[in-house]
């Protein structure tokens, strides 16, 4: 079983600043199949990036992801407002355990 | 446009069993597997398993063996998540989510068990 670490668990930013987290699986993983997604309290997930580096429909070019093997990152290069949520990242299924941006 | 909807929020006794229901349209039904995914109250999500929209076919991850069942009545494009023998840390919002992982997922469904 693939285990998938976040770090770090909570990441405290200001608006206009630029947010790197980071994914880690316990063995080398495809990339196909390595997603992003951010959740603010009381709505389901949304999806950001599938493929480790593709932008779901709709998503602002300030979300990037990276990575390949078993590092992977998502970075915002500046926080808006509507930024501040948790972050998951997800493997063929499994989660991570959610970074959490707060400002 | 694509829609999973969810029947609302449960509460339920321990040891009872609740049947938790995602209504997929927008879409042709049989195209696409669902997923179920699990939050418990202020934490992260986890996958439960998925099941075939084609054949019925379940695929359950491991923890979410045995009291959990995964169904469907195609006739109506509707998945279903049976919990059975309910306890108070099956307390969560339970959501749907289409094989793609791609939006929108089901609005998640809060089952609450206590006595």
């Known amino acids: 079983e693939i285990v998938l670490t976040q770090s770090p668990g909570t990441l405290s930013l200001s608006p206009g600043e630029r947010a790197t987290l980071s994914c880690r699986a316990s063995q080398s993983v495809s990339s196909s199949y390595l997603a992003w997604y951010q959740q603010k309290p009381g709505q389901a997930p949304r999806l950001l990036i599938y493929?480790?580096?593709s932008r779901a429909t709709g998503i602002p070019d300030r979300f990037s992801g990276s990575g390949s093997g078993t590092d992977f990152t998502l970075t915002i290069s500046r926080l808006e407002p509507e930024d501040f949520a948790v972050y998951y990242c997800q493997q063929s299924g499994s989660f991570g355990q959610g970074t959490k941006v707060e400002i | 446009q694509v829609q999973l909807v969810q029947s609302g929020s449960e509460l339920k006794k321990p040891g009872a069993s609740v049947k938790v229901s995602c209504k997929a349209s927008?879409?042709?039904?049989?195209?696409?597997?669902i997923n179920w995914v699990r939050q418990a109250p202020g934490q992260g999500l986890e996958w439960m398993g998925w099941?075939?929209?084609?054949?019925?076919?379940?695929t359950y991850v491991q923890g979410f063996t045995g009291r959990f069942v995964f169904s469907l009545d195609s006739s109506v494009s509707t998945a279903y998540l049976q919990i059975s023998s309910l306890k108070a840390e099956d307390t969560a919002v339970y959501y749907c989510a289409r094989e793609d992982w791609s939006d929108p997922w089901g609005q998640g469904t809060l089952v609450t068990v206590s006595s």
């Open positions: 099941i075939n929209t084609n054949t019925g076919n379940p």
């Open positions: 927008g879409y042709i039904f049989t195209s696409y597997a």
């Open positions: 493929g480790a580096s």
